[in-house]
């Protein structure tokens, strides 16, 4: 008598796909250590350019902690910027208090303890999230990036007010590794540190935990009905994506060995969640695509027109906004289905 295997249900399948790594992954990756040794002034006559892409990913990573609690969760946020900022001043602090010396001037220490005065932050206010409609969410989140903002600019004696903080001497990383000129050490750092928080969050939504997420996004009310915690489920992603945008901000005043009150303004959740749209939001990858693409346009378009440079980034933002569902990756998605659909016609 033979024995037979239960047919998997289709969450366990789901997740079971999800969590498996697929080529164009790999790809994407190795595509980002190539461009180590591309713009790493490695090639004669190829300018460096790893600083730049060493805040790309400091603000891919912001775009990341936005689409665990929008693109997952359903949760509109204009607040990021303000963990965002949080954790670049935690990170400048303790360099500054440990003036290059190990550990406080570790930036690996720097970034756990932005990870953790952001991630508490972020627990402390998700509670005032969780209260009424988007609308309500919408004006909270802004509400608690203005006080930052504004304390930050007050507490001179601690933040440097308006002058931020600068002459930031960053320690070896791991006590290893210095920072130079040419931001190789910084692009490798910034690279790892994106690697293994992109790898938590893959695991988050590719669990039980992430699908739960996906069901009160679909619908909060039939969720808690077949017994989901919401609330629970809400506050746990809302620390956790606040833990990730410290660390985000932490990575870019260790880089640029700096912090100011530009790190924690408005224009931060903002220019995050326009990246999250332009990348495609639900995909993780899209905050990520979105930001380098975001920030290559910037500074292109710039280059053209320094005067009008806003005018020509929004409009694009409006016409894919209006022509193109789910970003870039929506679009690059959309074109494969149409040739795959074409190959399977007779």
């Not at 007050?154 to 000129?181: C, E, K, N, S």
């Not at 975001?294 to 694009?316: E, H, K, P």
């Amino acid at each position: 008598m033979s024995m037979t295997q239960p047919p998997k249900s289709d969450a366990g399948a789901q997740m079971l796909a999800g969590a498996r790594w697929r080529w164009h992954e790999g790809l994407f990756w190795l595509a980002a250590i190539g461009l180590f040794f591309l713009f790493g002034d490695f090639i004669p006559g190829v300018p460096t350019r790893l600083m730049l892409l060493s805040e790309i990913i400091s603000l891919g990573l912001l775009a990341l902690s936005i689409d665990l609690v929008l693109g997952y969760a359903g949760v509109v946020t204009l607040g990021q910027g303000a963990f965002f900022g949080l954790g670049s001043y935690v990170a400048a602090l303790m360099a500054k208090a440990g003036m290059g010396a190990f550990p406080l001037s570790d930036p690996v220490v720097g970034l756990l303890a932005a990870a953790a005065v952001s991630g508490f932050a972020g627990f402390v206010t998700s509670f005032l999230v969780l209260r009424g409609s988007d609308l309500t969410r919408l004006m909270v989140t802004l509400g608690v990036a203005l006080i930052l903002a504004e304390l930050a600019n007050q507490m001179r004696w601690l933040t440097g007010g308006a002058d931020g903080l600068h002459g930031v001497i960053m320690g070896p990383v791991l006590g290893q590794w210095d920072f130079d000129l040419w931001g190789r050490t910084a692009y490798l750092y910034s690279l790892a540190v994106l690697f293994v928080c992109f790898w938590i969050s893959r695991r988050i939504v590719n669990s039980p935990f992430g699908l739960s997420l996906k069901a009160i996004k679909g619908n909060a009310l039939r969720a808690r009905a077949i017994g989901v915690p919401v609330n629970a489920r809400l506050v746990a992603i809302y620390t956790i994506a606040a833990a990730i945008a410290g660390v985000a901000g932490a990575l870019l005043a260790q880089t640029t060995q700096s912090a100011s009150p530009d790190m924690i303004a408005f224009h931060r959740s903002a220019d995050a969640l326009l990246i999250l749209v332009f990348g495609g939001a639900g995909y993780l990858y899209g905050g990520l695509i979105g930001a380098g693409l975001f920030r290559v346009m910037q500074d292109v378009i710039g280059n053209i027109t320094l005067q009008y440079w806003q005018f020509w980034l929004g409009l694009v933002l409006v016409l894919l906004v209006l022509f193109v569902r789910g970003g870039v990756i929506g679009l690059i998605e959309g074109m494969r289905d149409r040739l795959t659909r074409k190959g399977d016609a007779p």
